[in-house]
């Protein structure tokens, strides 16, 4: 059975894969699982169809016959149990790995996307060169202890597998700001993580579906 | 092997049990696993040997002889999946809820994150006023979506499961605050999830340490 995700039908972010639907498109490359999309609007997000599925009224969705899952970690988890290549066989060294979706997704995206956000969406407002400080600050520590954990090492446990492809997609969000640029192996294992095949063909199915859209 | 996790050796909440080893300590009380804590000082928290457990410097963290895990979410995972009791059997009902750790972690706790925290520490803040504004309504349409999803429900998956665990532990968080009151449903949701003797257990132990250490 052909699995079914859920995507903008206009990203927001225009087609720099910033969605989350991206890291899902990742995985389901990096297995080689086919698959399809429904796009949705803004407007069908929020509608009874799309909440049934998703009570939060969001992006992205995966369907597997009748079995419905969201959260981009539960989808990316489950992919990883079922297909070889994004979890080592080992169960602590599989544990280990999960983790990191984890702390991706609960330590470092939420100080990141914070700052991220209060660039794009609070820059009129009075308090926010002040509380930009603050922010920055706070990613800063994350992205120091993150860069110290890695250290010379290509990816965070061994081989590459789906705690990386949850890292890297968190960290990419950076990449229109110059941050990175002071971690530079972290600056150098998103680059790594953007240059696998996999994440390639789900970047520019991604772009592909944007540009369609913005031409039409 | 009794499992021996980590835990602030006074909790900054007082003993409110809304640090992150309360949900860890909850989930071994559920499964009647016993465990071990080691007590880390703020400093002790940012020092190597912690650091080499934790790369972030928090707490929890969980080992099991040379096997060590962080991330309260990887965490609570590991023991659904290695004790009986918090997960369905039928795999799919199992991965949608495990769907809800990351729901809760991902999608409620970083608004309400942003909420409680802003309260506590940006109030003498010139922008706090006009911020939180924004960040209640903001946590307001996350709670009023899981208000939906909920419905008469017990659960959000039928039985109680490491979802719910995670969930009402993230919500506990809003004790402070009156804002649960206008989700009357939500509000039972959580009070069910205190009333289970497991959780009574987990709340007395992290209580008995913070009266203990702040009379020593």
């Known amino acids: ?24 498109r990742w995985a389901l490359e990096e297995v080689g699982q086919p698959y ?13 169809a799309h ?16 079995f419905v899952l969201f959260e981009s970690g539960a989808i ?5 149990e079922h297909h070889a290549g994004l979890l080592p066989d ?3 060294a599989r544990m280990r790995c999960i983790g990191w979706i984890f702390a991706a997704l609960n330590t470092v995206e939420p100080p990141l996307v914070e700052y991220t ?5 609070e820059r009129d407002k009075p308090w926010y060169e002040a509380r930009n400080v603050m922010l920055e600050d706070r990613l ?18 061994g081989e590459f597998s789906v705690g990386d492809l949850m890292m890297v997609s968190v960290l990419l969000r950076l990449r229109s700001s110059c ?13 790594r993580g953007e240059a696998r095949p996999a994440y390639q063909r789900a970047f520019e199915a991604q772009l592909a579906v944007f540009l369609a859209a913005s031409k039409g």
Chains 1, 2 share one sequence.
Do not use: C
Request: hydrophobic share 45%.
């Open 90 to 92: 080992e169960a602590n």
């Open 76 to 80: 990316l988890l489950h992919l990883a």
């Open 51 to 66: 909440m049934a599925l998703h009570p939060f009224g969001q992006i992205p969705t995966y369907e597997e016959g009748d």
């Open 179 to 191: 941050i990175l640029n002071d971690y530079p192996n972290l600056a150098g294992y998103v680059a």
């Open 140 to 157: 800063r520590v994350r992205l120091r202890q993150l860069s110290e954990r890695l250290g010379d090492a290509q990816w965070l446990e």
């Open 117 to 121: 956000m209060a660039r794009l969406f």
């Open 1 to 24: 059975m052909i699995p079914l995700i859920t995507a903008f039908a206009l990203s927001p972010d225009q087609g720099k894969g910033l969605a989350r639907d991206a890291r899902v």
């Open 36 to 48: 399809d999309v429904r796009f949705l609007s803004f407007q069908a997000m929020k509608e009874p």
